[in-house]
């Protein structure tokens, strides 16, 4: 009887953790701290938590699978608005997710060098699923989140080849949600 009480119990705990796992961040949500190795930015070779060194700030994170044409934009304008909101002190980061971060390294800094990107760091994750409890999806190849206070208020996922100049320009407006 104890050996299948413990059973239950062990089935029960793993079923507890694959659920924990699985959560998606919604807005409302507090956002948890994750590392990313930063490639461009002012932490240029370290591994940090931008979620932690940002704190309550306005910040713009865009998750990617892909460094496109529309990602650039989509960077390169909120970028511009990053140094317009400095008295806000807005931030933002990027985080790619890739199975080889080597290789997107010197991709992301020759994209900041030729685009001019001066407030947001361009940063790598191991791995394509993100940040654990992010629930960036799988089908998406761009999401966006934007959070202040550590309150997720804008969740935006496009799939491949979704993210277009007009998603740039909407999604880039919806940081007056996060500006106080």
């Known amino acids: 009887m104890k050996l299948s009480h413990l059973s239950l119990l ?11 796992a699985e959560k998606s961040l919604s807005v409302g949500d507090p956002v ?8 461009t930015g002012p932490n240029k070779g370290k591994t940090l938590c931008y979620r932690c060194k940002f704190g309550d700030r306005p910040v713009v994170t865009i998750f990617t699978r892909d460094v496109n044409e529309n990602v650039v934009a989509l960077v390169k304008n909120v970028d511009a608005q990053v140094g317009k909101n400095s008295d806000k002190k807005m931030a933002s980061f990027v985080v790619v997710l890739t199975n080889d971060a080597d ?3 010197a991709k992301l800094a020759e994209i900041a060098k030729k685009e ?4 947001v760091p361009l940063t790598v994750i191991e791995g394509d699923a993100g940040p654990d409890g992010y629930g960036v999806k799988e089908d998406a190849e761009t999401t966006v989140m934007m ?18 100049a007009k998603a740039v320009d909407t999604v880039a407006g919806e940081t007056k949600k996060i500006l106080n």
């Open 10 to 20: 062990g089935v029960l705990a793993v079923a507890g953790f694959a659920m924990a």
């Open 32 to 39: 948890p701290a994750f590392n990313v190795r930063d490639i």
């Open 103 to 105: 290789a997107t390294e």
């Open 116 to 119: 001019g990107i001066k407030h």
């Open 147 to 164: 959070w202040v206070d550590g309150e997720l208020k804008v969740k935006e996922s496009f799939a491949k080849g979704k993210l277009s």
